[in-house]
């Protein structure tokens, strides 16, 4: 397949290395058309901007310098306005609220709103907490999505402001079924938790000693096909701790929370899309190819086609797969934790419409296999193969 105009400028020039500042030096014109264009495609204005920040002497076209600063000034607009009814949230809700990614890393670790987007602000609170906090929002004119499929660590409310970003409710740190242990390093995260002030509200926010390992388990959790924005992120922490990451205490952390394959896989994406050093050892060749290829979302999430299994749906039907991975899969999709599927609509019938979806999936899955080898498959095949070499 071709590559898109503009992607193979855009893999060389966003290396933090020598080679990305020669990359970048070496555009013309034409050049800095063809990454522009597929830049404002794909939202990675923010990530143009951030990789030229890192070497003001590159001359950049007066035109592409004004486009990215007016789109920084948006971006941090965005972000104030959401906070404007956030904080106000946080500080009525009277409950610890923890910030995560960009809502946490925008003011942290990149210096200023403008430059880290965000698609929606993450917030976790704890279980017992989540309707104090619900409650709170609504005061607030947010709204929840009542639209989506229940998942069984989130929520999403709507912004009362148009085109305001949204906010999503965290009271666990995923549902896949995978390796990492969640629910240790969710309480480790709580225990060491630092306290911030974000737009005016008291927050806490992951420990600098926990970042990282957070950042490697939300990148695992989406099996690493995430914006680019996000392995941006892990990569900017990362050469802010220095050398901490090569330490021996990060390696018994990650055996700790069951992390040592998602962080090599997520250091992995680091050095091959960002040329970042890290001390993890490579990734197997079989296994790095199944990555995909996040310099191609820049600040977009993958669009995901509605007729898409999920992989762990390819997993449960697929003849390959172990009958212990199996029943870990079918368990979990079927007896998620009872706040998680219920929330606010809790009861049986919670229950009986998750187990309707799950069979209805299910049996459209295997119809799928039996009569045709849909496009549609490649990609969760994939994305499976991964997720059982994560476990």
Request: proline fraction near 8%; charged fraction near 20%; hydrophobic fraction near 45%.
């Amino acid at each position: 397949m071709t590559p898109a105009p503009g992607l193979d400028l855009l893999h060389a020039g966003l290396r933090w290395d020598a080679a990305g500042d020669l990359a970048l030096r070496g555009l013309d014109a034409a050049g800095w058309a063809q990454i522009m264009k597929f830049v404002r495609a794909r939202d990675g204005q923010a990530l143009l901007a951030r990789r030229l920040s890192r070497a003001p002497d590159i001359a950049v076209p007066e035109e592409v310098a004004q486009e990215l600063h007016r789109f920084k000034l948006d971006v941090a607009i965005r972000a104030l306005a959401g906070l404007s009814l956030l904080a106000p949230a946080v500080a009525a809700a009277g409950v610890p609220v923890m910030a995560l990614k960009g809502l946490d890393l925008a003011g942290r670790i990149y210096g200023d709103f403008g430059s880290r987007p965000m698609g929606d602000m993450d917030i976790l609170v704890r279980p017992t907490d989540v309707a104090a906090m619900a409650a709170a929002l609504g005061a607030q004119g947010f709204r929840s999505d009542s639209t989506r499929r229940q998942t069984t660590y989130h929520r999403v409310f709507h912004s009362p402001l148009p085109a305001g970003l949204p906010v999503e409710l965290h009271w666990a740190l995923g549902d896949r079924v995978g390796q990492a242990d969640r629910t240790a390093l969710l309480h480790a995260l709580w225990a060491e938790a630092e306290t911030a002030e974000i737009g005016g509200a008291p927050f806490l926010v992951p420990s600098r000693r926990l970042l990282p390992l957070y950042l490697c388990h939300h990148l695992e959790q989406h099996l690493f096909d995430t914006p680019l924005t996000h392995v941006w992120d892990l990569a900017e922490v990362l050469e802010q701790a220095g050398g901490n990451i090569g330490t021996p205490e990060f390696g018994r952390l990650c055996d700790r929370f069951g992390l040592r394959k998602g962080a090599q896989a997520a250091l992995h994406l680091t050095t091959a899309c960002l040329a970042l050093p890290t001390p993890m050892a490579p990734l197997p060749a079989e296994v790095s190819a199944l990555l995909p290829d996040v310099v191609a979302n820049l600040g977009r999430h993958p669009s995901t086609p509605a007729d898409e299994p999920s992989p762990d749906l390819v997993l449960l039907t697929s003849a390959s797969t172990p009958w212990r991975v199996r029943w870990r899969v079918l368990r979990r999709q079927l007896f998620p934790p009872r706040l998680a599927v219920a929330d606010d609509r809790a009861g049986p019938i919670a229950y009986a419409a998750l187990w309707h979806d799950v069979l209805r999936r299910f049996l459209r899955l295997r119809v799928m296999r039996r009569f045709t080898t849909p496009p549609s498959l490649a990609r969760p095949r994939r994305a499976a193969r991964l997720s059982a070499w994560l476990r």
